[in-house]
């Protein structure tokens, strides 16, 4: 579902919204305050989301990343709390990420 989600947004869409409380575009209804995003970022792509008052958790699934400034590789994972944003850059071709905004 999600690459289908992707190929037909295009390339300028690094983010899409997989699962959420509320279905809303699209995404998969779940009974939880979380929002999970799935991404694919081509080298040197990047991406930033406002995670203010909330916290996020991002999972490296395949490539290489740099969050917030800090070196991730492909199994990484990182939680995020206390920021007001998230900036992710691609350091690897097809790089895939899971970001989940949590309360």
């Not at 919204?17 to 509320?22: F, I, K, M, T």
Request: charged content about 20%; glycine content about 10%.
């Amino acid at each position: 579902m999600i690459l289908v989600r992707w190929q037909a947004m295009g390339a300028a869409c690094a983010l899409a919204l997989a699962a959420s409380r509320d279905g809303r575009d699209g995404s998969v209804t779940v009974h939880q305050d979380v929002a999970l995003y799935a991404g694919q970022l081509e080298g040197k792509t990047s991406v930033t989301h406002s995670v203010a008052g909330r916290r996020a958790w991002v999972h490296v699934a395949r490539g290489a990343l740099s969050l917030n400034g800090q070196a991730l590789r492909e199994g990484d994972g990182a939680a995020i709390s206390d920021e007001r944003e998230v900036s992710i850059i691609a350091r690897a071709a097809n790089s895939e990420i899971l970001l989940f905004d949590l309360p």
